[in-house]
């Protein structure tokens, strides 16, 4: 006997049964708990408390399944992080994290499974190619689990003992900048092909000021202040993926820039001022740069292909879009802009990250340097 929409029963012992869902297991089974009364208050009583407890977590500390920690760390992280996070959030957890270590309880997970996990990506991890998973990628993923970790703990007590992991080192590849050769060549180019097309106008825009391609395709005339000569970025576009578990999608979003950094003003060189002139009066302030239209733009990719295209029809050996950004650094600094502000100028959080990632020394420029080295 029970009574309706409690879930709270008399037994055949003539206690009372009270019936809660504690979860779901790896394969979406709805997982029981039950608690024991000598009276049906006492029983329903114990059965509300017990169903509280579970909305806070799911699980006990005992028998807390990986997949089900992970499921609500996500659900906490999705109030204030950005679509384009949550989605690499969601990619790595359904893509190599709980195909691996969603069937264990988060009790099981130690350091020597992650070890053996981290191993195994290293050598198969790659899900297109079966090739291992490039250092940061795996990087990225133990990050992941680490925080997941931490909330558990934080949420339950349970200590996940994964603090003695072996990480891959970080192998540094070369950032590919234009040669001087090239420089001139995209410059000759641009002269000619400005007046026709205005995605030519962005290329010019990123050679002198190194903005991201997002910072740029997100770029309305109106973020062009032509007698402070300045520039205002406040937006970014990118694709991203907006998926459900059977069908994969992607789509175009705006918003926010990486980083606070990131949103800044910078000057304008003359040279690319007087050049700007020319085109702002044509447009709409509300327009965006690369397509002249208040409707429509060019997103990322796209620019991608028009840029790879560019470089092939004038004789020169196709980099990417970042390629741009990476040579404004270096040009910057063998012109002899200071680092403070080159960092500022390129959104920087720290001068560290233009002199490790973004600055490259020429042959010449070394050359240059040495020479100043004196023993008398």
């Not at 407890?53 to 996500?74: G, R, T």
């Not at 520039?231 to 990486?258: A, D, H, N, W």
Request: aromatic share 10%; proline share 3%.
């Amino acid at each position: 006997m029970s009574r309706k929409g409690t879930n709270v029963y008399k037994r055949k012992d003539g206690r009372w049964e009270g019936r809660y869902v504690k979860g779901y297991d790896i394969s979406g089974k709805r997982v029981l708990g039950f608690v024991y009364g000598k009276t049906y208050k006492e029983a329903l009583e114990k059965k509300n408390k017990a169903q509280a407890e579970c909305k806070k977590f799911p699980f006990s500390s005992e028998d807390m399944l990986f997949v089900e920690a992970a499921k609500q760390w996500y659900q906490k992280e999705e109030i204030g992080l950005k679509p384009s996070s949550l989605m690499k959030y969601q990619r790595i957890l359904d893509s190599h994290i709980l195909p691996f270590f969603g069937r264990y309880k988060c009790s099981q997970i130690n350091s020597e499974l992650v070890n053996q996990y981290i191993l195994k990506k290293s050598v198969e991890g790659n899900l297109k190619t079966s090739e291992g998973l490039s250092s940061s990628t795996i990087r990225d993923i133990v990050r992941i689990i680490r925080t997941i970790a931490n909330y558990v703990e934080e949420m339950t007590g349970l200590h996940m003992n994964i603090h003695h992991i072996t990480l891959p080192k970080i192998k540094k590849q070369p950032r590919r900048v234009f040669t001087q050769e090239d420089i001139k060549k995209l410059i000759l180019a641009l002269d000619e092909e400005c007046d026709k097309d205005l995605r030519c106008v962005g290329i010019l825009l990123c050679m002198y000021t190194g903005l991201r391609i997002g910072e740029l395709c997100a770029l309305k005339w109106s973020d062009i202040n032509l007698e402070k000569e300045t520039l205002y970025i406040t937006k970014t576009m990118q694709r991203i993926e907006s998926s459900t578990k059977k069908i994969r999608k992607t789509c175009v979003i705006e918003g926010e820039p990486k980083t606070c950094s990131s949103r800044r003003i910078i000057p304008l060189p003359s040279v690319l001022v007087q050049s700007l002139k020319t085109y702002k009066a044509d447009y709409e302030e509300d327009a965006y740069l690369l397509s002249g239209s208040v409707k429509k733009y060019v997103e990322p990719r796209n620019f991608q292909y028009f840029f790879k295209s560019f470089q092939e029809k004038n004789g020169i050996k196709p980099l990417n879009c970042h390629a741009l950004r990476h040579t404004f650094a270096t040009m910057g600094v063998a012109s002899g802009i200071d680092i403070k502000s080159l960092s500022e100028i390129l959104g920087h959080s720290n001068v560290n990250i233009t002199l490790n990632y973004y600055v490259h020394s020429s042959m010449e420029q070394k050359k240059k340097q040495i020479e100043l080295l004196k023993y008398s």
